[in-house]
């Protein structure tokens, strides 16, 4: 390539950009419309994936609280304690084993019941009632039959002094917390793909629009030999802009719904939309979202305008005349 | 058919060239015309509308294509002329309209700016060339004018500029006078004559008779497709 050709290749590239931001506020109306759609698809996006995040996260913390507790009798030697760990050890299910002691779990009670009285003086040091207790903590809370069978075990069943204590409650609990988290992801996916829809068909009439608006021009340009790229490529540009505005305005919205948030109430009560997590993680991950925010937005853009052009500027092989047939039907 | 020698030497050549809108009609816009143009000729096409000027015009600029015959303009044959080389041949091409179509919110500079904006010219070159053509054309002093601003004759001339700024070799004028008054119709002959004089082949078409019968070149003449004439410094006939 040569160096003139190399210098016009450029200079034609710098003016569809320039063409592209013009013609951006030429339909300033126009854009409006095509990127506030845009701006709630992003926004949904953005949601759903701090969301999911967040929930996940919530779940994890969740199946992190729960073990199964075995109560040891009192009198057990070393020895049993330490084959009955071992046994717990070479289950597959199992995470983490805890051994809290008879003292360590005076110990803890005290520290957990400090300010009631009356029950510190229920125990003493002389006459400790708590067992001994191994703390499982199992990979899958919902596959506890393995480790179930293991303690139902005869010879396993006379070292403990209680039944043992499964966390059965707190299981129901994250199997529905589970499906509920379900069926919001599939509904936001399903809004997602909708509103992506309704942007890329309003950018799409947003162009055939433009293209309407501008059909002399357009049609002047193709008779002074204006390639198709050129022609084509502001429109592209323009939509593409759409989406980077989208993207900004989309994180500031987020944004600012996070500060709004932090100043109007305390968000550690709310359970499972633990909101600070959600604000630390959007915080933590900005920039990845921002550039998904943009790369998102842009693809919309671009593609739609890809298709409208293509179908509107008709640079097909039978008719070298623009629009003959759109002009007399428009 | 044709030695490469004529292709080369000839600037517009048209072989048995017919063209038929409707395909269920027999009617032809042009029936079985031929024609040669060599280059710098000051050519004349005219005919009364629907004589068929328009069509011939049409497939010169490749806008529409011939059903049957054979058109090579420049040393570029129609038949072998891909779609997306179309625009590479609009450039080779200066082409001037009866409604000048020029851009109404673009100034007499920018729509002469305009075609070399289109082709990758830097803006360097264009501040240098535009003001050129537009002396050429008489039209230096009203570049920042729009066209609303300004006569029939003088967007005319704004046209021809942007025609004739990229250089063609040929340039093609549909019925350029259509619209004027006589004054500022010979105004626009006048630059036509002069581009013609640097060495651009004209092609021009028109049924002003008083131009024809004035300039003295030589006239082809059409009537319900088929030419009819075709003489040097000829007057109009019809």
Redesign the interface.
């Known amino acids: 390539m040569s160096r003139q050709t190399r210098g016009r290749k450029f200079t034609t590239i710098m003016r569809i950009f320039k063409t592209g931001f013009i013609n951006f506020f030429r339909n300033f109306s126009l854009s409006v419309a095509a990127t506030a759609v845009m701006v709630v698809t992003l926004t949904i996006v953005l949601f759903f994936v701090i969301a999911n995040a967040t929930f996940n996260h919530s779940i994890q913390e969740i199946n992190d609280k729960i073990n199964v507790s075995v109560y040891l009798k009192d009198n057990i030697s070393e020895d049993k304690k330490e084959g009955l760990m071992q046994d717990l050890r070479s289950l597959s299910n199992v995470k983490e084993l805890k051994y809290v002691s008879k003292e360590d779990a005076l110990k803890q009670y005290r520290e957990d019941n400090k300010d009631n009285l009356e029950l510190l003086l229920a125990v003493s040091q002389t006459d400790n009632p708590l067992p001994a207790t191994i703390q499982i903590k199992p990979k899958d809370p919902s596959r506890n039959e393995e480790i179930k069978t293991v303690l139902e075990r005869s010879d396993i069943k006379e070292l403990q002094s209680d039944e043992t204590s499964y966390s059965g409650d707190r299981k129901e609990a994250i199997d529905k917390i589970s499906t509920a988290t379900t069926f919001f992801k599939k509904a936001v996916f399903v809004s997602v793909v909708v509103f992506a829809f309704i942007s890329m068909l309003i950018i799409f009439n947003t162009i055939q629009m433009a293209i309407f608006n501008r059909r002399d021009e357009l049609r002047i340009m193709r008779l002074l030999g204006a390639s198709t790229w050129f022609i084509r490529g502001p429109f592209i540009v323009e939509t593409m802009f759409y989406g980077v505005v989208s993207a900004v305005l989309s994180i500031v919205i987020c944004n600012a719904l996070f500060v709004v948030q932090e100043q109007a109430f305390d968000s550690s009560t709310l359970g499972l939309l633990d909101i600070t997590y959600a604000n630390q993680y959007f915080a933590d991950n900005f920039f990845i979202f921002f550039g998904m925010q943009l790369l998102f937005g842009m693809s919309i853009g671009a593609i739609s305008a890809l298709i409208a052009t293509k179908r509107f500027l008709r640079f097909s092989n039978k008719s070298h005349i623009l629009w003959r047939k759109r002009q007399q039907t428009l | 058919m044709y030695s490469k020698f004529a292709i080369i030497v000839l600037m517009i050549l048209l072989d048995r060239v017919s063209k038929v809108y409707n395909k269920n009609s027999t009617e032809a816009a042009i029936s079985r015309i031929s024609l040669h143009v060599e280059p710098k000729e000051f050519v004349i096409v005219v005919g009364q509308s629907g004589a068929g000027k328009s069509t011939l015009f ?1 497939l010169l ?5 011939p059903t049957s015959g054979k058109i090579i303009v420049g040393g570029i044959d129609y038949e072998n002329l891909k ?2 080389d ?6 080779k091409i200066g ?1 001037v309209f009866q409604d000048f ?1 020029l ?1 109404p919110n673009k100034t007499v500079f920018e729509n002469v700016a ?2 070399l ?7 360097r070159e264009i501040k240098h060339t535009v003001p050129k053509v537009l002396s050429i054309v008489g039209l230096k002093s009203k570049e920042d004018r729009y066209p609303r601003e300004l006569s029939g004759g003088e967007r005319q001339r704004v046209a021809i500029a ?1 025609a004739i700024v990229r250089q063609p070799k040929i340039l093609i004028a549909d019925e350029p006078t259509g619209n004027l008054d006589p004054k500022h119709a010979w105004d626009v002959i006048r630059v036509l004559e002069r581009i013609n004089k640097f060495g651009t082949t004209v092609m021009l078409t028109t049924h002003n008779q008083e131009i024809v019968n004035k300039l003295k070149r030589r006239v082809i003449t059409i009537k319900d497709g088929k030419i009819v004439s075709d003489k040097a410094n000829a007057s109009y006939e019809v």
């Open positions: 049409k600029t490749r806008e529409e294509k779609d997306k179309i625009p590479k041949l609009r450039r082409v179509k851009l305009f075609a904006e289109i082709v990758g010219v830097s803006n942007r």
